[in-house]
């Protein structure tokens, strides 16, 4: 997701739209959604009682917090497992290479260990993994920007939002697996390894851009974009470049997550929006 992560240091959103026929809009600040501002349909606008996502306004206010923990939660997991990579790659600096080749072996994915060794759990553990601080810092911006975009909606709760990326991080893996499978899978040990959050924030933000297609961010701070033409555009570009060997970039891994997100929505959230359970 480098090339997201390049575009959206500097991405902000612009102006909210109309939701159901009913013109809405309002200024969002470039690093907090304000709820009354949001571009999201709230819950009266979606033939839902208010009483389904809200007790009351405060109510809103407190579910959005509660997203917002938990964002904060899935982030502080990443630096969390990110200062723990950075020790023991200084312990293998320093003659001691055995914890950090455990932490690769075991918080990384890789075909052939999941083959042969059925490290299945490496799917959901590489997600919140990084060993690069520009990695880590990267995409731990656009999870704050995105993924408080996000926060905001009336649709989503915390267990949403954790199906989510979690869902989205593990089926990245799952694509990332099937290129690395159908690159290198008859030639004997596969080497390269997938790691980082960027699956799930290709799930995060196309969830986003199923739910505000409209909503507009200024790309580098000067060209305005809608949401879905930047989800679009990053897909069409992760599957143009999904089999070039010479990437290090996990394009079929972000494909993955950007599926789940707009499964997740079709299957889960698109019913809500009009009214259904």
């Not at 013109?23 to 969002?28: F, H, I, L, V």
């Not at 999941?114 to 553990?125: E, G, P, S």
């Not at 869902?167 to 499978?181: E, N, P």
């Not at 950007?258 to 959230?269: K, N």
Request: glycine content about 12%.
């Amino acid at each position: 997701m480098s090339s997201l992560v390049r575009l959206l240091r500097t991405v902000r959103p612009t102006a909210t739209l109309k939701s159901h026929g009913s013109p809405q809009t309002g200024k969002m600040s470039s690093n907090y959604f304000n709820p009354s501002h949001s571009p999201f349909p709230r819950s009266n606008h979606l033939g839902l009682s208010k009483s389904r996502f809200y007790s009351s306004y405060g109510g809103g206010n407190s579910q959005e917090s509660m997203n917002l923990k938990m964002l904060y939660g899935l982030m502080g997991v990443n630096v969390a497992v990110y200062s723990y990579a950075m020790y023991a790659k200084a312990q293998a600096q320093s003659g001691f290479p055995q914890p950090f080749l455990t932490f690769m072996r075991r918080m990384t994915c890789n075909l052939t260990d999941v083959l042969d060794n059925h490290a299945y759990y490496t799917l959901l553990t590489s997600t919140f993994t990084h060993t690069d601080l520009f990695h880590l810092g990267g995409n731990m911006l656009t999870a704050y920007f995105l993924g408080s975009f996000l926060c905001s909606s009336a649709l989503i709760t915390p267990a949403r939002l954790l199906t989510i990326a979690l869902g989205s991080g593990v089926t990245g893996s799952i694509g990332f697996l099937y290129q690395r499978y159908l690159a290198s899978g008859s030639k004997g040990v596969d080497y390269k390894r997938g790691l980082g959050f960027s699956g799930a924030l290709m799930g995060i933000t196309s969830v986003a851009a199923c739910l505000a297609p409209k909503a507009k961010f200024l790309i580098y701070g000067i060209v305005p974009m809608p949401l879905w033409a930047l989800v679009l555009g990053y897909g069409f570009y992760d599957g143009y470049y999904v089999n070039n060997e010479k990437s290090r970039v996990a394009h079929a891994g972000h494909l993955g997550g950007l599926a789940f997100g707009i499964a997740y929505y079709l299957l889960r959230l698109r019913g809500l929006r009009v009214g259904r359970l």
